[in-house]
């Protein structure tokens, strides 16, 4: 990010604004420095996790003449690396399409805040997916079955999804992040299994070892006996 002797300059001279923060208080944090400063004409494109709430606040914060857009991605780093990013725009992204398009497939959701509450919705499936899968493997365990017998047998099933992502290699979506997401989905509505989901996330979470991993990391804590407690 530019130091603050430089935001001044970039952001006379820009006409897009494009974010891709770990969260709620890191785009507010960033919002303070830049809000005031932008000029009527600029777009902001929001693509953090943050939820339909908190770019709603952004949009309250926003001078009259300033468009935002929020355009959350699917997808992790492999797919950033090849452009092939799932781009969830909500708002009015007429003018920005062409320069998202770049980044991956478009999708309009709706209004402002619809690609955020999207996006909250896919990572929350998502998540709880995977802690499916690493309970089940748990449960696998508890009866004695062979591991990789029950997980190839998990692979061949309606899991297959969540089960690829429980143990996929090359990609990055922290396990820190995770918690972050279902703590926003948790205060969205009202979740009982993806509350407790979040509980066992946030344990694994807590080992520094694992908080910036993958959460296919997470998985193997997750699927053990010491993990659920």
Known sequence: MPSGRELPAIQSASDLVITMLAGPRALA???????????????????????PDAVRELADRLTQGV???????????????????????????????????????????????SGAALKLVVNTAVIGGVGIVAEAL?????????????????????LAGAVARAFAEGVHFGTDLAVKDLRIATQAAELP????????????????????????????RLSTAEGAR
């Open 67 to 113: 468009t935002l857009v929020d355009a959350p991605v699917m997808g992790s780093t492999d797919r950033a690396a090849e452009g092939t990013l799932g781009i969830l725009a909500g708002g009015d992204a007429v003018a920005v399409e062409p320069v998202l398009a770049r980044l991956g497939s478009v999708t309009r959701t709706g209004p402002l805040g």
């Open 29 to 51: 944090a960033v919002a303070d420095a830049v809000a005031p400063r932008l000029r009527p004409g600029v777009t902001w494109v929001e693509m953090s996790t943050v939820g």
């Open 193 to 220: 299994a993806v509350r407790a989901l979040l509980e066992q996330f946030r344990r694994a979470a807590a080992d520094p070892a694992l908080a910036g991993a993958d959460i296919a990391r997470a998985v193997t």
């Open 138 to 158: 748990r449960l696998a365990g508890a009866l004695g079955l062979d591991p990789a017998t029950a997980r190839d047998a998990l692979a061949g099933s309606p």
